[in-house]
């Protein structure tokens, strides 16, 4: 059975800092990983879809990585702002789970002004 | 519209009432997903639509769930004799092709609110 978890759980910084926000599943026979931001009481946003040919992709201020043999990805963020304040969450799409995506529980980022 | 919407987009509900929720994907999406998302947890899979074909329907927590996509494209979860572990957002997303490497796209939800 997939596992997927999220380390930290919750994360305040300064703006302007630089952060990295990780990901950890447990079967590494993935199609892909998908990062996506959420705002409260919003639905999700998709930020960056890392098929398991690729290492990383990126867009903007946003790198993520896959790195699927040890079963981790890690997003990153430069010169973080407020307005990324949000939660982060990373789902895998599995072969033996069919099309569905299996999600973290997220990590809640707060960027300070 | 653009993207995936959902109605209503706050639902509150009696213990024992039925309840439907709507999704409409984007034009042309021909998969659609339904999720639930408890309050601090992340989405976990309802059921999954191929067209008007319901292709998965291993997440759904019991049988008072039922989805339906009769035209393959609108589709609606029902939940009857709700109860209160049913609270919780309800979030439906789309994808182009049958393909697992194509995108999710993700409506605002539904929040239900059971009392």
Do not use: M
């Amino acid at each position: 059975k997939q596992e997927v978890t999220q380390i930290p759980a919750a994360l305040s910084v300064p703006e302007g800092e630089n952060l990295v926000l990780n990901c950890s599943f447990t079967d590494s026979a993935i199609y892909n990983l998908q990062w996506f931001r959420q705002d409260p009481g919003k639905g999700l946003t998709s930020l960056l879809l890392i098929q398991s040919s690729q290492r990383e992709q990126t867009s903007g201020r946003l790198n993520a990585s896959l790195d699927k043999s040890s079963g981790r990805s890690t997003l990153y963020i430069a010169a973080s702002q407020p307005g990324d304040s949000a939660t982060y969450l990373c789902a895998v799409r599995n072969p033996t789970r069919g099309q569905n995506f299996v999600f973290g529980p997220g990590t809640r980022l707060s960027v300070l002004p | 519209g653009a993207g995936v919407s959902q109605s209503p987009r706050y639902k509150v509900a009696k213990r024992g009432q039925d309840v439907a929720l709507r999704c409409d994907p984007i034009s042309g999406h021909v998969s659609l997903f339904w999720y639930q998302q408890a309050l601090g947890q992340g989405p976990e899979f309802l059921t999954y639509f191929q067209n008007e074909a319901q292709l998965d329907k291993s997440g759904l927590p019991s049988d008072r769930f039922f989805a339906e996509r009769p035209e393959g494209s609108v589709s609606t979860l029902k939940i009857q004799r709700t109860q209160q572990e049913d609270s919780a957002v309800y979030l439906c997303a789309s994808s182009l092709r049958l393909a697992a490497y194509n995108e999710q796209f993700f409506g605002p939800g539904t929040r239900l609110t059971v009392l």
